[in-house]
């Protein structure tokens, strides 16, 4: 059974710091994304990493993955309040998506 | 980019009647739907992978006979939670992959139905 685990799943931090969240996940794919979501909203489509290696930056966020280690990684530098919001990392597994427990972010001023 | 939308966004209903949620995708063809649920403060659950112009299969655990699934064109999925109870209360998303010809494959979430069962 794949398992999909993320670490923190609470986080609160100040405005201006850099943090990070980690995903591990239990079996071999070759995708997985982030997603954000907002309370009450569904889920906003952040990255889709499709290679080891592979790594992405939107804003202040970036996102990486490797394959070998099942690991993903979303990084925040100099985080904003805006930024506020559940994180959930999701591996594709023949078209499914299995989804982490997510990580609740709290940014203070 | 593609979107998927639901309807009804929001629904109140009484114990023991049936409810049914619609998911389109707006501006492609999606032969897969995805329909899931998420409770509060919890992680998204698959329920089931809807197929146009078959079966649905549903995740272990789920009541077939209890949540019904119809995917009658390539642009609508309907989920039914049929004789609906308390415990049925929760948002429910769902979701359609895009295979664009061109272009990246990509899954794109619906803006989800917060079902509540009095």
């Known amino acids: 059974e794949l398992k999909v685990e993320q670490n923190p799943l609470f986080l609160s931090m100040q405005e201006g710091k850099n943090y990070t969240i980690y995903c591990n996940y239990s079996?071999?794919?070759?995708?997985l994304y982030w997603y954000r979501q907002d309370p009450g909203k569904s889920l906003e489509s952040l990255f889709v990493?499709?290679?080891?290696?592979a790594v992405k930056q939107e804003g202040r966020l970036m996102a990486s993955l490797d394959t070998k280690a099942r690991l993903s990684t979303l990084h925040i530098t100099a985080a904003v309040h805006d930024l506020s919001a559940t994180y959930f990392c999701?591996?594709?597994?023949?078209?499914?998506?299995?989804f982490g427990q997510g990580t609740r972010l709290t940014i203070n001023p | 980019g593609a979107v998927v939308s639901q309807h009804p966004s929001w629904v109140i209903c009484k114990s023991g009647t049936s409810v049914k949620i619609e998911c389109r995708s707006l501006?492609?063809?999606?032969?897969?739907m995805f329909w899931y649920r998420q409770f509060p403060k919890q992680s998204l659950m698959l329920m089931a992978t809807?197929?146009?112009?078959?079966?649905?299969?549903?995740e272990q655990g789920v009541e077939k006979d209890k949540f019904l699934i119809n995917h009658a064109s390539l642009t609508l999925s309907t989920l039914t939670v049929t004789s609906a109870h308390p415990e049925d209360s929760s948002f429910y998303i769902c979701?359609?992959?895009?295979?664009?010809?061109?272009?990246?494959?990509?899954?794109?979430f619906g803006p989800g139905t917060r079902l509540l069962v009095l």
């Open positions: 979701s359609a992959r895009d295979y664009p010809p061109r272009g990246l494959e990509t899954q794109y």
């Open positions: 079996t071999t794919s070759d995708r």
């Open positions: 990493l499709l290679s080891n290696g």
């Open positions: 999701a591996v594709d597994i023949t078209q499914k998506l299995v």
């Open positions: 501006d492609f063809q999606a032969t897969t």
């Open positions: 809807s197929n146009e112009g078959s079966k649905a299969t549903y």
